[in-house]
């Protein structure tokens, strides 16, 4: 059987393009050959099985007041359940908690990444004779500038600072809990310059290349 891997997420795992000039077909939404789900499918062939659970809102652990079902902690059971069996589940989650109407610090963001990876490794999904096998990207910091365009009002003045410490505070959880960790700043993904929360499609290949490297190590 093909080793199963989940990429749970949220409009960077669906695939917003913000900027319809950076897609080859000027959508909302960047194609197959773009979004880095199906570009990590390409790169790591047919041993393996990338099922894309990409939700353009939604959060680590909070109830939205403005849009239902945006909570992960509900959907993760049933998700897992689903696409029973699991060998990898990557969660990139974290930009939408940053929300002012939220009304949470990073630290309480990565606690909530805490509760919702602890989650996911109790549900009975995971491959015969395997442990839970969990990998946390942080997401890359929202630009500066994100507060002067269209979006800004409705994610808030703070969503900049809070979401420049969520990656040390997520490396932290998870070296506590026992799960895998990368921050895709590192890896070199970077937002794009229209509303600067979301992925360009050179982010894209670049996070699905640098996954393809080290994915094989953490199966």
């Known amino acids: ?52 659970e990409g939700l353009s809102g939604r959060t680590t652990c909070f109830e939205d007041p403005l849009t239902e079902g945006m909570s992960s902690l509900p959907f993760i059971t049933p998700c897992l359940k689903s696409h029973e069996f699991v060998d990898l589940l990557i969660i990139m989650l974290g930009t939408n908690d940053t929300k002012d109407r939220f009304g949470v610090n990073a630290e309480c963001i990565s606690y909530g990444m805490g509760r919702l990876v602890k989650k996911a490794m109790d549900t009975d999904c995971w491959a015969p004779g395997s442990k839970p096998n969990i990998l946390v990207i942080a997401p890359p910091p929202i630009g500066d500038e994100m507060p002067n365009t269209e979006v800004g009002p409705g994610m808030g003045e703070h969503c900049v600072e809070k979401s420049k410490r969520l990656a040390a505070c997520y490396r932290e959880q998870c070296e506590l809990i026992g799960c895998h960790f990368l921050d895709a700043a590192e890896l070199g993904c970077e937002f794009n310059n229209v509303d600067y929360m979301h992925l360009t499609k050179k982010a894209h290949a670049t996070l699905a290349s640098e996954l393809a490297k080290r994915i094989p190590s953490y199966l």
Request: charged share 30%; hydrophobic share 30%.
């Open 1 to 52: 059987m093909k080793k199963h891997i989940i990429c749970f997420g949220d409009s960077n795992t669906h695939g917003y393009c913000a900027d319809p000039a950076d897609t080859v077909d000027g959508g909302i939404r960047f194609t197959e050959d773009e979004r880095w789900t199906c570009l990590l499918q390409k790169e790591l062939g047919d041993d393996y099985l990338v099922t894309e």
